[in-house]
């Protein structure tokens, strides 16, 4: 069966995800019997266009790297907005990865949910569907038949969700703690070697790590988005944002990095989240001295890391990147191999 596609956003994410498909079309095809073809596009800013038999996306990336609109496309019917890609035309999976309000999750939600309703599967980025009403998304699409996924939510490309899901199956996870923002172990890294909070800020927005706004993640806020996300999942609690404790980098220091080097400790702000004996959950945000034996203090620069804490094996910890072009588009390309195992298994 070939899997048709439909992008709902198609900003650098969705570009990075074409390219890798692109690219290891045929590897897919042998190697996991993955077959695609990309019938429809709507974008807010690029415009939109749709061809039942497939769209030349060879041809569209180099249109969008040259800035222009997908109606200049020579093909296909143009002028759909979002909503109406999702309804009408022939695609069976939706890829969602609008800009979106993480708190309120719009539009991504009104586009899952328009999707689910017309029978179709989604795999998305966006954080705010998740932390809003996950479980709620999810036994819809059982009810509906269909396939929700979002591995690139937490870590991008780095798969803590499967790890979680697949690879540890079989152990009880009592709790989790991570590096769960490149932006600020990026800055803390800086810090260390001696730079100025706002000389490492300003270093990280000339990068592209940090936003114009760092709000979001130098007060914790991305971070809190991932420990509700994963709590929710992977815990299997309900969490909401009310409920974590939330502290960023902004008030560290020079003379609290140098006296953690004293110490043999490091500064990391951490995402933690643990199921006490009493059944409640212990979640929060916080700037955290590390000793330099554990292994989320060898994690520097922009690269992410989580620890998982099993009955079965201890402390389970992954490393990766947390972001990226290539590596979110990577975690799309995850979720699309998993709805493509089942859909073989059902055939």
């Known amino acids: 069966m070939t899997l048709k596609l439909a992008f709902i956003g198609y900003g650098v ?16 095809r042998k190697r996991y019997g993955f077959d695609f073809s990309i019938v429809a596009i709507s974008d807010i800013m690029k415009g939109s266009v749709y061809d039942e038999q497939g769209l030349d996306m060879n041809m569209i990336l180099d249109m969008v790297k040259e800035g222009k609109k997908l109606d200049e496309y020579p093909d ?16 069976d999976v939706i890829i969602e990865i ?7 999750g719009q539009p991504a939600l009104e586009h899952i949910h328009a999707a689910f309703d017309a029978g179709k599967h989604v795999v998305s980025t966006n954080k705010g569907p998740v932390v809003k009403e996950v479980r709620a998304l999810l036994d819809k699409a059982e009810k509906k038949h269909v396939h929700y996924g979002f591995e ?38 800086r ?41 929710n999942v992977v815990l299997g609690e309900k969490l ?14 020079k003379e609290d990095i140098n006296l953690a080097k004293k110490e043999g400790k490091r ?25 330099l034996s554990d292994p989320l203090a060898g ?15 201890g402390p389970v910890t992954i490393v990766g990147p947390g972001a990226g072009k290539r590596e979110t588009g990577f975690s799309l390309l995850v979720d699309l191999l998993e709805l493509n195992r089942k859909v073989q298994g059902e055939e």
């Open 299 to 313: 994690v520097n620069e922009a690269i992410n890391a989580l620890t998982f804490t099993t009955d079965e094996l």
């Open 76 to 91: 296909g019917k143009k002028g759909m907005d979002s909503l109406q890609t999702i309804k009408e035309t022939n695609a």
């Open 98 to 104: 609008t800009f979106t309000d993480v708190k309120t």
């Open 191 to 231: 810090m260390e070697e001696g730079m100025a909070y706002e000389d490492a800020l300003k270093k990280a927005q000339e990068l592209g790590y940090a936003e114009a706004d760092p709000t979001g993640d130098v007060e914790g806020l991305d971070a809190l988005g991932k420990v509700v996300i994963l709590t």
């Open 152 to 189: 690139g939510v937490v870590l991008a490309g780095t798969p803590v969700i499967n790890l979680a899901k697949y690879t540890l199956a079989g152990t009880k996870i009592t709790g989790f703690k991570g590096i769960m923002n490149g932006t600020t172990n990026y800055i803390l890294t």
């Open 240 to 253: 909401g944002w009310e409920d974590v404790k939330c502290t960023g980098i902004t008030k560290i220091t």
């Open 13 to 28: 994410v969705g570009q990075g995800l074409t390219e890798i498909l692109l690219e290891k079309k045929e590897m897919l």
């Open 267 to 291: 500064w990391k702000l951490i995402g933690s989240a643990f199921v006490k004996p009493d059944g409640s959950i212990d979640a929060k945000v916080e700037p955290v001295k590390l000793p």
